[in-house]
């Protein structure tokens, strides 16, 4: 069975965009892949320099996966600093790529662009992540569309390497991103993201939600207007959650006068908040049972750490370390 891998890292609440451009479509890989999801801390490293919050947004972001549905009987969940031969090969994969190509990387140029010090793990980003593919042969890589630009320079790691040292050393991945959740917007109409202030965390509590949903930014069209559903944050978001049916609706509401934005964002809020409803509880659930959420992690290291092994090791043998 082919492997599907992506990871998510724990600095702060994993919010809706989280949840629908990365999360809910890996989730759904479970069904035909074997599922290797990791929570990056040594990613996290780059910008969370306080242990305990570290550890907490760690525990909080297993608790999130398990809510949503990842099954550990078929699915590996694990620590990415559980897996130290991750750094060994990011080091291998370093020396096979250039600074022009790391300092093309989105992710360092945005870093650039908003000024102050910027450390060397945000430049060396790219050649992490490529290990974390790397290691366990993934086939496929769900990522949203801000990543897709560092796996295609993981795929071209891979391609150097092979033809370097031999084909097969390492597997090419493919990336996959859901068309219709390409880029999920922030209360501001920007891109979601916490870099920006402008999430939704995925856990409110309901009015906390509700409140949130209240805040997303429209344009100042009346009650009395006909309304535009394809430029509108709000529609943008209902419809990654409302059925076929419901989304039809509401955008039959958007066509005519008599419908406000306020009506759109109470709507928006009902099918959030039905979603999340069961998944918020079982979250908790998982949070007030961190012992839990330890065994799931260290049976998961366990796994990983065994298909790590295999690739590793090939890899050193080629490139010619003992």
């Not at 600074?99 to 450390?119: F, P, T, V």
């Not at 597997?171 to 891109?191: H, M, R, Y």
């Not at 978001?237 to 076929?244: G, I, S």
Request: charged residues 25%; aromatic residues 8%; hydrophobic residues 40%.
């Amino acid at each position: 069975m082919q492997r599907a891998l992506t990871g998510i890292k724990p600095t702060g609440d994993v919010h809706l965009g989280n949840y629908l451009g990365m999360i809910r479509p890996a989730l759904a890989l479970q069904e035909k892949y074997e599922a290797y999801y990791f929570i990056a801390d040594y990613h996290a490293l780059t910008s969370v320099f306080d242990r305990e919050k570290l550890r907490a947004h760690t525990l909080e972001t297993a608790a999130t996966w398990m809510a949503l549905g990842l099954d550990p009987e078929r699915t590996i969940l694990f620590r990415q600093s559980s897996i130290p031969e991750v750094c060994e090969l990011a080091w291998i994969l370093t020396c096979q790529v250039s600074m022009g190509q790391l300092e093309r990387m989105g992710a360092y140029k945005q870093a650039r662009d908003r000024g102050g010090d910027i450390n060397a793990g945000i430049f060396n980003y790219p050649s992490l992540m490529a290990a974390d593919i790397l290691l366990y042969d993934s086939h496929v890589v769900p990522v949203g569309a801000d990543q897709k630009q560092h796996v295609e320079l993981c795929r071209d790691m891979a391609i150097k390497v092979n033809h370097r040292f031999g084909e097969g050393t390492l597997v090419v991945p493919e990336v996959s991103i859901q068309p219709d959740v390409a880029t999920i917007v922030g209360l501001d109409g920007q891109k979601m993201s916490k870099s920006y202030n402008n999430v939704i965390p995925l856990w409110l509590p309901p009015k906390k939600l509700r409140k949130l949903v209240m805040k997303i930014v429209t344009d100042s069209k009346g009650v009395d207007e006909v309304k535009d559903p394809d430029t509108c944050n709000v529609y943008s978001l209902y419809k990654l959650f409302a059925t076929p049916e419901q989304t039809a609706a509401l955008r039959e509401r958007y066509l005519v006068p008599g419908m406000g934005y306020g009506h759109a964002k109470e709507e928006l809020f009902q099918v959030v908040n039905a979603t999340l409803e069961e998944p918020r509880e079982r979250y908790h659930e998982w949070m007030a049972h961190p012992e839990r959420l330890e065994e799931v992690l260290a049976e998961g290291a366990r796994r990983a750490r065994s298909a790590a092994d295999v690739v590793l090791e090939r890899v050193r043998d080629r490139v010619g370390l003992i």
